[in-house]
């Protein structure tokens, strides 16, 4: 059986909250750099995603200021996000 990552990408620009979900193959880490980066920039600055692989969570942000699109994501593992249960 195939490991996949599943992505919650989450727009707090508006309410109620908009989420969008994502499950790409492991193996396939520039897919899974792309598609967190193309949600980011196309939501905005308000946007974060929320990645679960294993039994493990990450909080990927956007790394740049202002309007500008980003380039990279700043990630960092969390322990609780209200948003969790999304991605049981």
Excluded: C
């Amino acid at each position: 059986m195939e490991d996949n990552v599943k992505i919650l990408v989450i727009d707090s620009s508006e309410m109620p909250v908009k989420t969008f979900k994502h499950e790409l193959p492991a193996a396939d880490k520039q897919k899974i750099k792309e598609t967190i980066l193309e949600e980011l920039n196309r939501l905005g600055k308000a946007a974060h995603a929320l990645i679960k692989y294993k039994d493990k969570f990450w909080v990927a942000d956007h790394m740049t200021e202002g309007r500008a699109a980003s380039t990279e994501y700043h990630k960092h593992s969390v322990r609780y996000h209200p948003f969790m249960k999304e991605l049981a």
